[in-house]
């Protein structure tokens, strides 16, 4: 049940049926990692989302030009999740994310994942208010940068 109750509060799956949320929660596995452990890092394949338990975790980008500089684009905590787009569309991760103190996290690989969606193509109607949200904001942020 308590898989059940995180899965249902990532943005990305909050308007998905009963039905379908279980689905997916029967496909979730429990992982651990230390403080100070890099989970993903830029540019690495992408494997599927992580949701957060517990512990946090910060999310970053390092800058192209400036080896070692590093912009600190978020700071996740429990019921947070990482890894979103490249659940979706299998490209390559865009930041890092490395644990602040120990975290376990609640992870759906992207294999399960397309199983699922298959399976029940609800799953993705369900998701679409989420991916247009997560559309809006980015035109906002860019908005407020110009």
């Not at 308007?15 to 890092?41: K, N, T, Y």
């Not at 690495?44 to 070692?68: C, F, P």
């Amino acid at each position: 049940m308590e898989t059940l109750d995180l899965l249902a509060k990532v943005e990305l799956f909050k308007h998905l049926e009963p039905g379908a949320l279980e689905r997916l929660a029967a496909q979730v596995r429990l992982l651990s990692f230390p403080g100070g452990h890099p989970i993903i890092r830029d540019k690495d394949a992408s494997d599927g989302l992580y949701i957060i338990k517990s512990g946090m975790a910060k999310v970053t980008k390092g800058a192209a030009e400036t080896a070692g500089l590093e912009a600190v684009l978020g700071i996740l905590r429990q019921g947070n999740s990482f890894g979103e787009l490249g659940l979706i569309d299998g490209l390559p991760r865009s930041a890092h994310v490395t644990t602040m103190a120990p975290m376990e996290c609640y992870f759906l690989s992207r294999e399960s994942f397309l199983a699922a969606l298959k399976e029940n193509p609800e799953i993705a109607l369900g998701m679409l208010p989420a991916v247009a949200a997560m559309v809006r904001n980015a035109n906002q942020w860019v908005a407020q940068l110009i």
